[in-house]
Nanobody, 116 residues
């Protein structure tokens, strides 16, 4: 089983930056897809970005030019660098891992609040 734990969330002003971390209890080497999703109050969970084991990324349109995902298999950790944050980025951010056709593994989430 894979356990994912997010950290790094917090309160930041518009235009600021945060880096989220997702630490896996087991190796993420065997997880083809790693990524981040987010959910704001009253809204559906949406894709932020995914990254494959080969480094292919898929960003949501609203974050493509501002967020960057990275994957460190040696540290069993995935990061999300978030720059130029906007109030609409406010959400709980969830780490995700899955293979083709497999169940999705989810972290418990970390709150990101962007407000002046």
């Amino acid at each position: 089983q894979v356990q994912l734990v997010e950290s790094g969330g917090g309160l930041v002003q518009p235009g600021g930056s945060l880096r989220l971390s997702c630490a896996a209890s087991g190796s993420i080497f065997g997880m083809y897809f790693m990524g981040w999703y987010r959910q704001a109050p009253g809204k559906q969970r949406e894709l932020v970005v995914t990254i494959t084991s080969g480094g292919t990324t898929n960003y949501g349109a609203s974050v493509k030019d501002r967020f960057t995902i990275s994957r460190d298999n040696a540290k069993n950790t995935v990061y999300l660098q978030m720059n130029s944050l906007k109030p609409e980025d406010t959400a709980v951010y969830y780490c995700n891992a899955h293979n083709f056709g497999s169940q999705h593994y989810w972290g418990q989430g970390t709150q990101v609040t962007v407000s002046s």
